[in-house]
């Protein structure tokens, strides 16, 4: 699983959480220990300048990352990157069945307003996708939580370039690393996440034909998109049929035998 980290030219800030001198093989270990890591509640702002928590965010799967928003190079073309996957995941899992949040972990730049002009340098205006400040006190125990590793250099940050799948219940499910990573890092544990979890008040029609579009679901790499592969239901059906169409001739077959005469 490759592991990058990004660096950053434009801002010096206060000394951080971590040490400088921690090696990749460390910080791969530190995120992935927080597979399976309950998120606290934090208090986040909006880009309007209203006070959120992290928790009314619950109930559906979360796609989550972390930028300082005085980075001029690596944090865009991330969250432009990853903008791009979400929109091949929505194609294929619906348009409101995640959400996408950003949040600047620089809490002594990344206001309000700094967040509401990095997504409109971005292209962000989903309703689905919502960038939040994060207030100064809380910020150790997020990137902690989300196990998120960064330090301040001359030239910035140094960060791990993370994005974090959680599930409906605030649990953290899976990290996607990397600047440009495959549609599929981030795809594939939002479909297992939103098709192939049972919900509590999913009907049993509903809960079936979520079955059929998990399994149904498929990913094609020449288009780097997902589509729908009827040839799998197809198959079933044929298989189906022909299962029934077989108990029927030895049903048939049965009753023909006690009909016969006996001897």
Request: charge should be negative; charged fraction near 20%; aromatic fraction near 12%.
């Amino acid at each position: 699983m490759p592991l990058v980290l990004l660096y950053s030219t434009l801002t010096f800030a206060q000394p951080g959480p971590v040490d400088e001198s921690f090696e990749h093989s460390t910080a791969l270990k530190i995120s992935q220990e927080a597979i399976g890591r309950q998120l606290g509640e934090y208090r986040l702002s909006g880009v309007d300048g209203q006070a959120h928590s992290l928790t009314e965010l619950r109930g559906k799967p979360l796609v989550l990352s972390l930028v300082f928003t005085s980075c001029y190079q690596i944090c865009p073309m991330t969250t432009r990157h990853l903008a791009k996957v979400v929109d091949k995941a929505r194609e294929a899992l619906g348009e409101d069945n995640f959400n996408v949040v950003t949040i600047g972990f620089d809490a002594a730049v990344d206001d309000p307003e700094a967040m509401q002009h990095f997504a409109v340098q971005q292209g962000i205006d989903n309703s689905g996708w919502k960038l939040f400040s994060v207030a100064a006190e809380d910020v150790a125990a997020l990137t902690r939580d989300l196990g998120f590793i960064y330090f301040p250099t001359v030239r910035g940050f140094d960060h791990i370039i993370q994005a974090t799948v959680v599930d409906a219940g605030g649990v953290v499910y899976r990290q996607v690393y990397g600047q440009a990573f495959e549609t599929p890092l981030l795809v594939e544990p939002l479909k297992q996440l939103v098709l192939g979890r049972p919900q509590p008040a999913d009907t049993f029609i509903t809960s079936l034909f979520s079955k059929i579009r998990f399994f149904c679901t498929t990913y094609d790499p020449v288009r780097d998109g997902y589509f729908f592969d009827y040839s799998l239901f197809i198959g079933m059906f044929i298989g189906a049929v022909i299962i029934l169409l077989m108990i029927a001739w030895i049903l048939r077959a049965v009753m023909n035998l006690k009909r016969m005469p006996k001897s």
